[in-house]
């Protein structure tokens, strides 16, 4: 599921949770949650996508619970699949071990993608990226073009 993931969002931070999240794991999200809030000064949203069972909606909240204790970084948490009567909107088939509930590995690739692109589109457009991208660039080889032999001799 981590390549679906991949390939859906492109150059955004991913963390897999893989079920129950570990101490050290958890640390670790803290710990980019506050280096992101201190390098971008940028509302930060965590999209969660998970199963539409027990488990799927304990995990993120158990997670969470440590991960705000942990890091002063303000953060908005969305949850945003599968939800409750996802599965049946979609038409996926329920978990035959656990009916009436539905699991991501049931979706399919295009329904799993519109899902993650629709979702993730939200907060983030490639294309203002690539602009600011562009504009920092050139703001860069301005202050070069200064400034360069300056930052030459210091260093």
Known sequence: MIGQFRHYTEELPLFAFHGDVSIPA??????RLESASREYELPIAILY???DDPKGFDIPKAALAD???WSDAEFEFVR???NEGDGKRLGIPANPEDPGHYQWEALG???AGEMITEAVSRYYSKEALAVIKAEQAEITAKFHDRF???ID???
């Open 26 to 31: 958890k640390w670790v999200v803290a710990e």
């Open 49 to 51: 996508f998970g199963d």
């Open 67 to 69: 991960i705000r204790e």
């Open 80 to 82: 945003v699949g599968l």
């Open 109 to 111: 690739d295009d329904q």
């Open 148 to 150: 360069g032999e300056f």
């Open 153 to 155: 001799a210091w260093e």
